[in-house]
């Protein structure tokens, strides 16, 4: 297979430059290149203003700020010839079938021959866009439909032409599977692909039936979000999300391209308040605002929420349904309750489970691909199929005959059976032809799910879990909620080592959840603190450290590969690894002063080893004390793996994973690398610089007090981590302290900080209000 090298985005727009970016993350080079304005001095200047936008863009399209340097702002007039050595062209312009086909005859004029050429087109069927174009251009064409914003979403809808050669798409696909981190949904060239057709029909079913049934915005969001497994924008905050303007021009196009017996097409209607509210300007979040906005009049700022009969806005209302506060569990129950909101929820879900059973083999191949792309593009929970399995297929054919539904055929082929199963451990799920077929992951991928569905733990107690994952390589899964850590996470730390000593060659620290980990389990340290348990507090703290301790200089490699948050205990996790190997989202960082306490489980010292040996920092004891009490007392987290590296919590030659699927095969082929010739670390001294750097850095704190920056027990909290970072009363810049000095100074400040009452208010209230607390 050739490989991608050299890539070209034409179309500089929202799309166009978030691709550009994410392949810079990916630490390839990268063309941008857009039009000429009538006028322009600078003839570069849309893909200029494209990557100063990137630079700046919130939530961040560039891992690194970095990164934008590899991508070459162009313009189409004068450099196109530059594509001639480019593998890859992706076409991201307008959403108009003329002008593509003018540009693809201008790129065929100039590429070399089989560099492939791929269009970003959201409803465009792949046909119409090479019509008239030679067969060579055709067989090197196809359709990557990246989600909006390119670097979040995983999800990438590729088609394939009659004519493109199989070797194209398997090209893009590994390039976007491994560099990328997208999970690649094969769909065919039906109109709007998968999760546009069936996303977008979800939504316009829940906005008619919202107005039909009488239900408030409020309600209907309510409903279509957690009770449903979906996200808590719901369905009218999603539409502000994404633009109501883009909704008219899909469904347009969609209606244009589908038969008039198709579902979308029955169901379009004129939409009056629709339409006055993009002419009005109310086109979402990115606009006056939209179903929701904030309301800043009066000098306040209330969240307002439109009514669908008036058109009127109102403070937003929290929705009194019962059903609201359904549990996802209770999925089948809800939509069997006979009330209005489970009624809404049954016609919503309904009508969109049934389409995409009619979307087989349409739209995708099998019921995988649609449930994939709805997990992935819409952040369900759980795909169609797998919700319909919820329901029991028999009972929601027999619901659906009693409405007096049509039932698609693929929901008669499942004969009331799962479309999904098991069999000998083998996960399985319903083809088109009735048989079960084994549901395969893509090579090379290894789940820590499916491994646990085929074995039984080594060890388990309630908050962790240890399982062979083969080769000699063992893997510590937290398991209690959040992930969070207590002393029986301690305490199997302890016993896994001595298994491992025992039986195996290295140990990965991973989970297949979302958050690697939100830390200690602050509720438990409550609990503890609120009837002065002092020496349970002070064990837990002192464990810990032994634990974390004894994982560093255990005599095997310990890898551990977090994803999404590492905060707090879980980041002292990392620093106490022989290396990591983190997926590029991984947000990590010392959070504690946000509770208002102190890393106690090795983070200071960990923090100041690193910064104190970092060869691009000035030598002596000062400044590497300086950032790692800059890092510390801000909270500072990181906003990806590798902004983590910059903060030193990953070390140069940790390992980044942009495929999430592919983050526990990779850390343990990183963990089996470090086996052989394997040493413990030695054990780093310290020179810390004592009184007169806490005087220094007293001063700062005060300067940021002064300045508003820092709070009251702010100011408290940051001087409990100088006193460690600084050494203690007693220390000597000429005097060598030890690991264990510096976990002293860590247990003696977290003891005393813990105790004070500004910082169980921010204890209290984080637990409560899953937000910090500024006192
Ligand atoms: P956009 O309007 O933000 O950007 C389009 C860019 O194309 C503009 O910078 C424009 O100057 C440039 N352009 C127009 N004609 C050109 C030409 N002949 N040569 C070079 N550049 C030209 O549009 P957006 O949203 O980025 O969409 C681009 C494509 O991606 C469309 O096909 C759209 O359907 C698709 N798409 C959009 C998504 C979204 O959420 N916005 C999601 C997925 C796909």
């Not at 530059?82 to 693809?104: F, G, H, T």
């Not at 039909?212 to 009770?227: F, M």
């Not at 497994?229 to 008219?248: A, E, H, N, R």
């Not at 409550?526 to 507090?537: C, G, K, R, S, T």
């Amino acid at each position: 297979m050739s490989t991608i090298n050299k890539v070209c985005v034409i179309g500089a727009g929202v799309m166009g430059a978030g691709i550009a970016a994410h392949i810079a993350n990916a630490g390839h080079q990268v063309l941008l290149m857009d039009i000429v304005p009538e006028g322009a001095t600078d003839r570069n200047v849309v893909a200029k203003g494209a990557i100063a936008k990137l630079i700046k863009s919130n939530p961040a399209a560039l891992t690194s700020k970095r990164n934008a340097k590899l991508i070459t702002p162009l313009n189409i007039d004068d450099d196109l010839a530059q594509i001639a050595d480019c593998d890859w062209i992706i076409e991201a312009i307008v959403e108009r079938l003329d002008i593509k086909q003018s540009l693809y005859a201008k790129i065929d004029a100039v590429r070399k021959s089989g560099a492939i050429i791929s269009s970003n087109t959201s409803t465009i069927p792949l046909n119409a866009l090479i019509n008239g174009m030679s067969d060579a251009f055709a067989q090197d064409f196809c359709i990557t439909h990246f989600f909006n914003p390119p670097r979040y979403m995983r999800l990438l809808e590729v088609v394939k032409g009659e004519k493109t050669r199989q070797s194209a798409i398997d090209t893009v696909s590994e390039f976007c599977d491994y560099k990328l981190g997208k999970s690649i949904v094969d769909c065919k060239d039906s109109p709007g692909f998968i999760a546009n057709r069936l996303g977008v029909y979800w939504i316009y079913v829940a906005l008619v039936e919202a107005m039909d049934a009488g239900l408030s915005i409020e309600e209907a969001d309510a409903i279509l979000s957690k009770p449903c497994g979906i996200p808590k924008t719901g369905v009218f905050g999603l539409m502000d999300l994404v633009g109501l303007d883009l909704m008219p021009n899909i469904l347009d196009s969609m209606v244009s391209l589908l038969p008039e017996s198709d579902a979308f097409v029955q169901i379009r209607r004129e939409l009056p308040l629709l339409e006055k509210m993009i002419a009005d300007g109310y086109t979402g979040r990115k606009g006056k605002g939209g179903f929701y906005r904030i309301n800043r009049s009066d000098g306040k700022k209330v969240k307002e929420a439109i009514s669908l009969v008036t058109g009127e806005y109102h403070p937003v209302a929290k929705a009194r349904l019962p059903e609201a506060r359904s549990h996802f569990k209770k999925f089948s129950e809800l939509l069997d309750t006979d009330s209005k909101g489970g009624n809404y929820a049954w016609r919503v879900m309904s009508k969109t489970l049934a389409y995409a059973a009619s979307l087989i083999p349409e739209a995708g191949e099998d019921i995988t691909a649609i449930d994939e792309a709805m997990r992935l593009g819409y952040n369900w929970k759980l795909g169609p199929f797998e919700l319909i399995d919820k329901l029991g297929s028999q009972a929601f054919v027999d619901k659906l005959v009693k409405d007096g539904e049509s039932i698609p055929t693929l929901l008669s082929t499942a004969a009331g059976r799962d479309f999904y199963t098991e069999t000998n451990g083998v996960p399985q799920y319903l083809g088109r032809d009735g048989e079960y077929k084994a549901l395969e992951r893509a090579a090379g991928i290894v789940m820590l799910c499916d491994i646990k569905r085929n074995s039984q733990p080594i060890l388990r107690n309630g908050s962790a879990a240890l399982w062979d994952i083969g080769d000699g390589v063992v893997c510590f899964e937290f398991t209690s909620k959040m992930n969070s850590l207590d002393a029986n996470t301690m305490a199997l730390i302890q016993k896994s080592i001595t298994q491992v000593k025992k039986n195996y060659k290295a140990l990965v620290i991973y989970n297949d959840s979302s958050h690697f980990s939100a830390g200690a389990n602050l509720g438990l340290a409550m609990f503890a603190a609120n009837i002065a348990a002092w020496p349970e507090v002070a064990k837990l703290v002192s464990e810990g450290q032994k634990a974390y301790k004894a994982l560093k200089y255990s005599p095997f490699p310990v890898v551990s590969a977090p994803a999404g948050m590492a905060l707090g205990g879980g980041c002292e996790i990392l620093l106490h690894s022989d290396a990591v190997q983190a997926h590029i989202e991984t947000y990590t960082g010392l959070v504690e002063v946000g509770v208002g306490l102190v890393p106690g489980w090795g983070g200071c010292k960990e923090m100041l080893a690193r910064w104190q040996s970092n060869p691009k920092h000035p030598r002596g004891p000062m400044p590497g004390v300086g950032k790692a009490f800059e890092l510390i007392s801000t909270a500072a987290v990181s906003k990806s793996a590798e902004d983590a590296k910059s903060n030193l919590v990953m070390r140069p030659t940790d390992g980044i994973t942009m495929n999430r699927y592919r983050l526990l095969a990779d850390a343990k082929q990183k963990a089996l690398s470090l086996v052989e010739g394997y040493e413990v670390p030695a054990e780093p001294t310290f020179n810390l610089p004592g009184q007169s750097a806490r005087a220094a850095l007293e001063m700062a704190v005060d300067g940021f007090a002064r300045a508003g920056k820092a709070t009251k027990h702010d100011r408290v909290v940051s001087m409990a981590v100088a006193d460690i970072l600084t050494g203690g009363p007693k220390a000597d810049p000429t005097v060598e302290q030890s690991e264990d000095d510096i976990l002293t100074l860590e247990r003696k400040a977290f003891m005393k900080i813990i105790r004070h009452p500004d910082s169980l208010d921010r204890c209290e209230h984080i637990l409560l209000t899953g937000k910090p607390l500024r006192n």
